[in-house]
């Protein structure tokens, strides 16, 4: 028995291994300027708890090859100096693999929320609800106008509870349920929640980012390429989270500028 189980997790780790080698399933295309820092970090993370893993499963199976139990009454050995020493080392060794991660992920980490956004940065308002995005351009005067709460109404189309017959940086703002940016430049998301907690969500874009309610959490990405990717909510958030999404799309500057004055004249 305890030869089988050897062999079984043995031939477990060697598929979960060729799985991983092979790519079977794996990133999507990368249409972010952060993105190669991400995928790096993450590959580096990959390869080394993959070496961890194929170890520790290998020396598992070793051990059960060699001392599996086959019910001849043997005395269990204990291991060498107790319990105590084996669980300090395998905490220490554990929890310097996690520190040192996390020390090198930092690097990556604070590139996209500790850098200073771009003073070029194309702003854009990140309204999240139940169960749709909405995204706000300043328009011709490059403000946003005032969010009045007690304005907001789905019903006349009133979605940020603008008031444009007395704030005249109103006017011009406009509102789009898909999230188009031109390509190369940069741009800045400013995200907020009217009722729940709900995510940002582009594997392409390698952003997940929640919406938190009462909170104005600024987000920022270059897109590489033009591109047409999902934006789907992955915090579930009612009963039609799963089908809470929208699109980004990325489009050449020219084009962007095109759109851009098309809304502006709806
Ligand atoms: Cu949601």
């Given amino acids: 028995m305890g030869k089988l189980f050897a062999v079984?997790?043995?031939?477990?780790?060697?598929?979960?291994?060729?799985?991983?080698?092979?790519?079977?399933?794996?990133?999507?295309?990368?249409?972010?300027?952060?993105?190669?820092g991400i995928d790096h970090q993450l590959m580096e993370t990959l390869v080394e708890s993959g070496i961890l893993f194929v170890a520790a499963q290998l020396v598992l199976a070793a051990f059960v090859w060699r001392f599996g139990g086959d019910g001849?009454?043997?005395?269990?050995?204990?291991?060498?100096?107790?319990?105590?020493?084996?669980?300090?080392?395998?905490t220490l060794l554990v929890g310097g693999e996690v520190l040192a991660l996390t020390l090198v992920g930092t690097k990556v980490w604070s590139s996209i929320y500790q850098a200073p956004p771009d003073p070029n940065a194309l702003r854009i308002d990140v309204l999240a609800e139940q169960f749709a995005f909405y995204f706000r351009y300043s328009g011709a005067d490059g403000r946003f106008g005032t969010i009045h709460p007690?304005?907001?109404?789905?019903?006349?189309?009133?979605?940020?509870?603008?008031?444009?017959?007395?704030?005249t940086t109103a006017r011009d703002d406009i509102v789009s349920a898909s999230l188009v940016v031109p390509v190369n430049h940069p741009i800045l998301l400013s995200m907020h929640a009217k009722d729940v907690g709900h995510a940002f969500y582009v594997p392409a874009l390698r952003i997940q980012q929640d919406f938190v309610p009462g909170l104005?959490?600024?987000?920022q990405f270059t897109a590489t390429q033009p591109a047409k990717e999902e934006i789907v909510c992955t915090q579930l958030c009612g009963l039609g989270h799963y089908n809470m999404r929208g699109y980004l799309e990325v489009m050449p500057q020219e084009e962007f500028d095109q759109w851009l004055a098309d809304q502006a004249s709806n």
Avoid: C
């Fill in 8 to 36: 079984l997790l043995t031939i477990i780790t060697a598929v979960s291994m060729y799985i991983f080698l092979s790519r079977t399933w794996w990133l999507p295309h990368d249409i972010s300027v952060l993105g190669h």
């Fill in 72 to 90: 001849d009454g043997r005395a269990i050995k204990t291991f060498p100096g107790g319990a105590i020493p084996m669980v300090v080392i395998a």
């Fill in 150 to 167: 007690e304005l907001i109404d789905e019903g006349n189309g009133n979605i940020y509870g603008l008031d444009p017959a007395n704030d």
């Fill in 216 to 219: 104005l959490i600024p987000l």
